[in-house]
């Protein structure tokens, strides 16, 4: 419905929200050209540019406005239209600001410049292959090999073949995440359609959350991508489950994400629970579901072939955790207790063992929540009038256990960026009833990265991480009492 039609209450705060978000956008764009990320400038820190106490107060003045203006429509906005061509508007300025939050994309450039020239992107880092752009990229990741699959090299490169410069190549990039981003607010209804959720509020969640427009956009992530595939292949699914054809087109879909970033891969089990039509059985899982694993299996070979570099990108994922920062709960974790260590006069290098332990608890995680969507499906099996609800509780289940596995990725993976939370955002949005776990955490990371991509993890090192571990002993001690009281058990299929 129109804002007129929404009645006088929510009428006058969406036209508020709407232009205090567009005045939140222009002076973040403000702020980058002020002190942002910008490409002749190298890596030195928030406090030394020129500008910085302009740069900063735009910056914290231009998120309170866009994070404020999202969160107070979080519950839904006057109409999907509506929510769509706001969150165009504020992506305009932005589009015209220079790389926010983060030096990310010139790692891109110089890794497709690299690739382009002849040099294997996954044995030498960028500044080994001589990259002309190599002073923009941030220090710790100039001897780095990339982390990213083969087609999104494919997509670097040939960014930086048509560029020309470093300018021309990021501008590239950027138009590239923002196809990724439009890819994903094309499948938005769609999905939230399928799931029962209203429209307008999951275009409201994914697509005006700051997050979004700051780092996917301006800032040029190649996560952005990811999530567009992603949507678009999960989208094919809930509308053709069953039909070969299109599980093959969703699995070459869900492949391609997958070597965007790898990232992606979590999502594929709970893709083929989607991809079953009529009853859940096993037999049915591994038929439907072996036609969507072909589809990417035959992604992730093609894309191998054609770029002709293998599956050597594997071993760079190691490489991402070389960072320390307490905005990750299992490093964090680590980090406390190596203080505490110091402090008894031992070193126990315990980052790298709650790490482990982290990546441990989340594929316990990931086979639980599988096994427990599994469980609320094939209960449905035997409702009265299966095929009907069947058809609707189908969506509603696999994409709320895809978007709650990113989520518990993003929680226990060794490292966190803000635009990580983007990953469970966008598909939490279209299948969650219950928003607020999710939306506060995404509000409370927009303010995590400074312009010129310097975390503010880096100076609260020692105060993040203690909050950080209280924070992570409370919750476990309220998910054990939930527990032992019965309320995490699976929910059981309502007829």
């Given at each position: 419905m129109p804002v007129s039609d929404a009645g006088p209450g929510l009428a006058g705060r969406a036209r508020l929200a709407r232009y205090a978000g567009l005045l939140g956008a222009v002076l973040l764009t403000v702020a980058g050209w002020l002190g942002g990320a910008l490409p002749d400038i190298p890596p030195a820190g928030p406090w030394r540019a020129a500008n910085a106490p302009w740069a900063l107060g735009c910056w914290l003045l231009g998120t309170a406005l866009l994070v404020g203006a999202w969160w107070s429509l979080r519950r839904g906005a006057p109409s999907t239209r509506w929510a769509y061509l706001t969150a165009g508007l504020w992506l305009v300025p932005l589009l015209a600001a220079p790389p926010l939050g983060s030096r990310d994309v010139y790692s891109y450039a110089c890794q497709g410049w690299g690739y382009a020239a002849g040099h294997h992107p996954y044995?030498?880092?960028?500044?080994?292959?001589?990259?002309?752009?190599?002073?923009?990229?941030?220090?710790?990741?100039?001897?780095?090999?990339?982390?990213?699959?083969?087609?999104?090299?494919?997509?670097?490169?040939?960014?930086a073949t048509l560029g020309g410069g470093l300018v021309g190549t990021v501008v590239l990039l950027r138009l590239v995440a923002l196809a990724g981003v439009l890819l994903a607010a094309l499948c938005l209804p769609g999905l939230a359609r399928a799931a029962g959720v209203p429209t307008a509020r999951a275009a409201w969640l994914a697509l005006a959350c700051p997050l979004v427009g700051v780092h996917l956009v301006a800032g040029a992530h190649n996560d952005a991508v990811m999530l567009g595939l992603l949507l678009l292949g999960l989208l094919v699914l809930v509308r053709l489950p069953g039909k070969p054809k299109a599980l093959m087109v969703a699995g070459v879909l869900l492949g391609?994400?997958?070597?965007?970033?790898?990232?992606?891969?979590?999502?594929?089990?709970?893709?083929?629970?989607?991809?079953?039509?009529?009853?859940?059985?096993?037999?049915?899982l591994l038929r439907d579901g072996g036609w969507l694993a072909g589809g990417v299996l035959a992604a992730l070979a093609a894309t191998s072939a054609l770029s002709g570099l293998g599956l050597g990108w594997l071993a760079g994922l190691a490489r991402s955790g070389d960072t320390e920062q307490w905005t990750s709960?299992?490093?964090?974790?680590?980090?406390?207790?190596?203080?505490?260590?110091?402090?008894?006069?031992?070193?126990?290098?315990?980052?790298?063992?709650?790490?482990?332990?982290?990546?441990?608890?989340?594929?316990?995680?990931?086979?639980?929540?599988?096994?427990?969507?599994?469980?609320?499906?094939?209960?449905?099996?035997?409702?009265?009038?299966?095929?009907?609800?069947?058809?609707?509780?189908?969506?509603?289940?696999?994409?709320?256990?895809?978007?709650?596995?990113?989520?518990?990725?993003?929680?226990?993976?060794?490292?966190?960026?803000?635009?990580?939370?983007?990953?469970?955002?966008?598909?939490?949005?279209?299948?969650?009833?219950?928003?607020?776990?999710?939306?506060?955490?995404a509000a409370v990371a927009t303010f995590l990265a400074l312009p010129d991509g310097t975390s503010l993890a880096r100076y609260t090192k020692a105060p993040g991480a203690i909050a950080m571990t209280v924070l992570v002993v409370v919750l476990a001690a309220r998910a054990w009492r939930a527990w032992r009281r019965g309320r995490l058990a699976p929910p059981a299929a309502r007829p």
């Open positions: 044995e030498v880092g960028v500044a080994a292959a001589g990259c002309p752009w190599v002073e923009s990229v941030a220090p710790i990741w100039r001897d780095t090999p990339a982390p990213y699959g083969p087609f999104f090299m494919l997509l670097a490169a040939l960014a391609l994400a997958v070597t965007v970033k790898a990232t992606a891969v979590v999502v594929l089990p709970f893709a083929a629970l989607a991809a079953v039509l009529g009853r859940y059985t096993p037999r049915g709960p299992p490093t964090a974790v680590g980090i406390v207790a190596d203080y505490l260590g110091e402090w008894a006069g031992r070193e126990p290098a315990a980052v790298a063992v709650t790490r482990v332990v982290a990546l441990v608890l989340l594929t316990v995680l990931l086979v639980v929540l599988f096994w427990r969507a599994w469980t609320v499906l094939r209960a449905l099996n035997d409702v009265r009038q299966r095929v009907r609800r069947l058809a609707a509780a189908r969506p509603r289940v696999t994409l709320h256990a895809a978007g709650v596995a990113l989520a518990a990725t993003v929680v226990l993976a060794p490292v966190f960026h803000p635009w990580y939370a983007t990953w469970p955002l966008l598909l939490l949005a279209v299948s969650a009833t219950r928003t607020g776990w999710f939306v506060l955490p």
